[in-house]
């Protein structure tokens, strides 16, 4: 009987031991799974140094029963200059699962209708003096987001001063991933080559860092991570020169940034709620390059119709012509071009106020009379830098650049380009959406140069259609480097940098510059539809694009900016890109060979399911500087076998029967 007794009370003992450790485990670990049950992502409250606690967060995968660790243990907090919100967090409470499930449209990019389906939590805690951070999750069958909110009531601003945010890559992979650019004259502005295939944790040989996005490829997974919906009430975070064992860690502005304007840490009144950081995850790279999680954690178009907004095509003399936003009679005849070539827009660029021959009223009436819209350039300073070109000290102005803007209207004037930003500081951030807000109220498109990255603001405001933020071909004319590089680039930009919004790189620029291409001119033209933008702008002057075969006029002619819907073929970043792309019935095709060797490829599409299509393939010619062209049909279901050159590329056409 004792004997029973003690059994029974150490069985008494072990239960409540083991339902404390439940509690205890419960309590300090929170998951959210995607509506697929595919994508994990786990909040825990650990014990680190100094006997405090610290909130950290895993993502894994689960595939036929295997479970792949993406993100491993990694830090969350964040400290403001009143309180600290890092360590010693006492749960309060865990919302209900909450399934975001909803449909929107975009005007430009790669897909028309969008579907935004998640499932998300809000977890509440306190710090040791009572107050209270909310960590917002969401996760999605392509990846996870998370944002920091600070929930109290308070007129009071409040200054963050560091945000201890990492994402743990496993190290047993490769990075794709671009150094910021230290201060200078023309930066930083998210336009140095991004690093090919380097390993993971390799320290930016820059100080200032690493920019967003970062490409990895690690455990059989692709991982794409940024931010995304930054508001006036941040600043733009980067990553930390340094990641030790795979840990990045986001940093705040430089001080020199914008010509040492503007606070480095951003503040605001409560509640607050910052931006989110964004992880997209996939075993195939199509997740990666058909994810639209940059705009479905994006706030929703502000109201207004914007039906004005149209995407298209344009002609730009600048460059191969850096004088010709002075010379009246140069942008007439690329009004004209754009007229022949049934493009919608012609570019006119810096310093066309110091324009000699005529003034921009004349030329404006003269493009409106042949159907043809202005874009024109600005100068965004202004204190954040001394670029002279001009016109300038008009944008940072709100008087002066609502003015601007009402008489662009007036005029006809469908957009605007405003270069040289130099910063990613909250009062620069600011600027950028007092200037789509003022913009749409004038009915005026907004492409952002010299600038940051694209952070979900396409969807928000709908006359943002394009950033710069690359690498772009005027670096034919400045950097004896780019030849070499830009072919290999362009399928990482594909990879990378395109994924988060719209991207001005201006191709098809077949005139050899001061350093002449490597890529085909076969390679020049897929770029068209291997970039995506909300207006293509050609960078080639008038003789050339006159000159050209009449079947590659035709293409340039008809070749779309929106999509209704892209797919990522196949391809891997610094080697190859293959897509495809619908606009109604109709599929166009490109590819782009990144490595400075010979390839036969073999396209299939079983997203084609049913239909027969007449199809026009321009491929390589015999040589990188001619076309060739070949008319046949296509049957859903049949496989197109075509020949690369080194640094080749092909497009085609496929248009319903």
């Known amino acids: 009987m004792k004997n029973k007794t003690l059994f029974n009370a150490a069985l008494l003992i072990a239960t409540l031991v083991l339902f404390m450790s439940c509690k205890t485990q419960k309590e300090n670990k929170w998951e959210l799974d995607s509506p697929n049950n595919g994508v994990r992502i786990s909040v825990m409250s650990v014990n680190g140094d100094n006997q405090s606690t610290k909130l950290v967060y895993e993502v894994s995968t689960t595939k036929n029963g295997k479970t792949t660790s993406v993100i491993e243990t990694s830090p969350l907090g964040i400290n403001r200059s009143d309180e600290l919100f890092s360590e010693n967090l006492v749960f309060v409470s865990k919302s209900e699962v909450k399934t975001i499930d909803e449909t929107y449209t975009m005007r430009i990019g790669r897909q028309s209708k969008i579907r935004n389906n998640a499932n998300e939590i809000e977890l509440t805690f306190k710090n040791e003096k009572g107050s209270l951070i909310q960590l917002v999750v969401r996760a999605y069958d392509d990846g996870v987001a998370f944002k920091y909110v600070f929930p109290d009531q308070s007129d009071k601003t409040y200054t963050v001063t560091k945000e201890l945010t990492g994402f743990k890559v496993p190290e047993n992979g490769k990075a794709w991933i671009q150094q910021y650019a230290k201060s200078s004259k023309w930066g930083p502005s998210y336009e140095l080559y991004y690093e090919n295939e380097i390993p993971i944790g390799t320290p930016s040989t820059i100080a200032e860092g690493w920019g967003f996005p970062a490409l990895f490829n690690t455990n059989n997974h692709w991982i794409l991570i940024s931010e995304a919906n930054l508001s006036p009430n941040y600043c733009g975070v980067r990553l930390e020169q340094n990641a030790p064992n795979g840990l990045y860690t986001v940093r705040f502005p430089e001080a020199a940034d914008a ?4 606070s480095v840490e951003p503040s605001y009144t409560l509640p607050w709620s910052m931006p989110w950081r964004v992880i997209i995850v996939g075993q195939s790279l199509a997740t990666i390059f058909e994810s639209h999680m940059i705009t479905n954690v994006s706030d929703p178009a502000i109201p207004g119709d914007f039906s004005w907004v149209k995407p298209g095509r344009a002609s730009w003399g600048w460059n191969t012509n850096h004088d010709s936003g002075k010379e ?35 030329l404006a009436k003269y493009a409106n009379s042949k159907n043809i819209g202005l874009l024109l350039w600005y100068n965004s300073g202004g204190a954040n830098n001394d670029v002279s070109e001009g016109p300038r000290d008009i944008m940072n102005d709100a008087q002066k650049r609502k003015a601007e803007f009402k008489k662009l209207h007036e005029m006809g004037v469908k957009g605007v380009k405003i270069d040289f930003w130099h910063s990613d500081k909250q009062d620069l951030i600011q600027r950028y959406i007092d200037v789509l807000k003022d913009a749409a109220k004038n009915q005026i498109m907004v492409n952002f140069h010299g600038c940051t990255m694209p952070r979900g603001w396409s969807r928000t405001y709908p006359n943002l259609v394009s950033f710069e933020a690359a690498k772009g071909e005027e670096n034919y004319d400045f950097d004896e480097t780019y030849p070499a590089q830009a072919p290999i680039q362009a399928s990482i930009l594909a990879f990378s940098r395109n994924v988060l919004g719209p991207m001005d790189c201006t191709p098809m620029t077949l005139t050899n510059l001061k350093y002449p291409h490597q890529s085909s001119f076969a390679h020049e033209l897929a770029l068209t539809i291997v ?10 002057n008038v003789k050339m694009y006159r000159s050209l075969p009449e079947y590659v006029k035709t293409f340039l002619k ?44 073999t396209i299939d599409m079983p997203f084609i399911t049913t239909g ?25 279901g049949e496989k197109i076998k075509l020949k690369m050159l080194g640094f080749g590329g092909f497009v085609a056409t496929l248009k319903e029967k």
């Open 259 to 262: 010509l040492g304007t503007g």
């Open 328 to 362: 009246y009679l140069s942008l007439k005849e690329f009004v004209d071009l754009a007229v022949d070539m049934k493009w919608e827009y012609s570019l006119v660029d810096a310093n066309w106020d110091l324009m000699e021959g005529g003034n921009i009223e004349q």
């Open 531 to 540: 970039y995506n933008c909300g207006i293509l702008h050609f960078g080639d």
């Open 558 to 601: 008809e070749v779309p900016v929106a999509f209704d819907e892209t797919r990522l073929i196949s391809g891997e970043p610094g080697k190859s890109i293959v897509i495809a792309g619908r606009v109604g019935k109709d599929w166009y095709l490109a590819g782009i060979n990144s490595e400075n060797t010979f390839k036969e490829i």
């Open 612 to 636: 027969a299509f007449d199809m026009s393939l321009i491929t390589d010619g015999t040589d990188a500087k001619s076309f060739a062209n070949k008319l046949t049909s296509f049957k859903a």
